[in-house]
């Protein structure tokens, strides 16, 4: 009778615990293991979703091999998730007839008017080359919002990212894709540093930007042109790639 009492308790003892999601009543070594586990387990904390984005590469030298090691040893962070691609010749063929036109449109109006505009000080006429309705814009720029309990989710668009992707991209993105990201990233902060002095009328800074915008959107085109298959072909470009100033005149010492 008595063990039938004790096991009554223990049952009812049991049910209480479980209702309250409370530990059982546990005494001696039992507890202390019990405790033990308890303490192993991983604590969950509410601020556990933090995302933390990375800083921009500083890619503020007008050196060649400084911007060229930049762009393509620099980390990028973006808020959207990895774009794939189902490669192939016909997907390859049709994003070239798609995009290509509209990327040679927009570097030649980088290279004339918006030079131009800046060269002849006319303010108005280079805020409309660069500004957020232009070609040369259009081609990749970095857009900020904010997600959910993430403050600021930081995203690469653009023409040239779409057609890098169809290029290099298939069920990931590959370390060229990579590459091609990181170099239109810094191709938008140029563009956004020409805006700057424009709107300040800063004929140098502009310039200088410039310079080195154009070197970034003609090192995209060769990077992809370099990865992309001979029967797709190649973005044709008039002209080499640019020389930077401080490059120039290593070539002539």
């Known amino acids: 009778r008595q063990v039938m009492r004790a096991w009554l308790v223990f049952a009812l003892c049991l049910g209480i615990c479980q209702a309250f999601n409370a530990p059982l009543p546990l005494n001696g070594r039992a507890s202390i293991d019990a405790r033990a586990r308890a303490a192993a387990r991983p604590q969950v904390r509410a601020g556990a979703s933090h995302t933390s984005m990375q800083a921009l590469p500083d890619l503020s030298s007008p050196s060649r091999r400084d911007l060229v090691a930049g762009l393509l040893g620099a980390g990028l962070l973006l808020g959207s998730a990895p774009a794939h691609a189902d490669r192939s010749y016909t997907t390859m063929a049709t994003a070239?007839?798609?995009?290509?036109?509209?990327?040679?449109?927009?570097?030649?109006?980088?290279?004339?008017?918006?030079?131009?505009?800046?060269?002849?000080?006319?303010?108005?006429a280079a805020a409309k080359a660069i500004g957020p309705d232009s070609k040369p814009y259009k081609l990749a720029f970095v857009s900020k919002y904010s997600s959910g309990v993430i403050k600021e989710v930081v995203e690469l668009k653009g023409l040239c990212k779409i057609y890098a992707t169809s290029?290099?991209?298939?069920?990931?993105?590959?370390?060229?894709?990579?590459?091609?990201?990181?170099?239109?990233?810094?191709?938008?902060?140029?563009?956004?540093?020409?805006?700057?002095?424009?709107?300040?009328?800063?004929?140098?800074?502009?310039?200088?930007?410039?310079?080195?915008?154009?070197?970034?959107?003609?090192?995209?085109?060769d990077t992809l042109n370099k990865a992309t298959p001979r029967s797709v072909g190649k973005i044709e470009l008039e002209g080499d790639v640019p020389s930077l100033p401080e490059q120039k005149e290593e070539e002539e010492a």
Request: net charge negative.
């Open 96 to 124: 070239k007839k798609q995009y290509v036109p509209r990327i040679k449109a927009g570097i030649a109006l980088y290279e004339g008017e918006l030079k131009t505009a800046i060269d002849e000080e006319d303010w108005e």
């Open 167 to 221: 290029i290099t991209a298939s069920d990931s993105e590959s370390k060229t894709t990579q590459q091609l990201y990181q170099i239109l990233q810094k191709y938008a902060e140029f563009n956004r540093q020409i805006l700057e002095a424009v709107e300040g009328k800063d004929k140098a800074s502009a310039l200088k930007a410039w310079k080195q915008g154009d070197f970034a959107i003609r090192l995209y085109v």
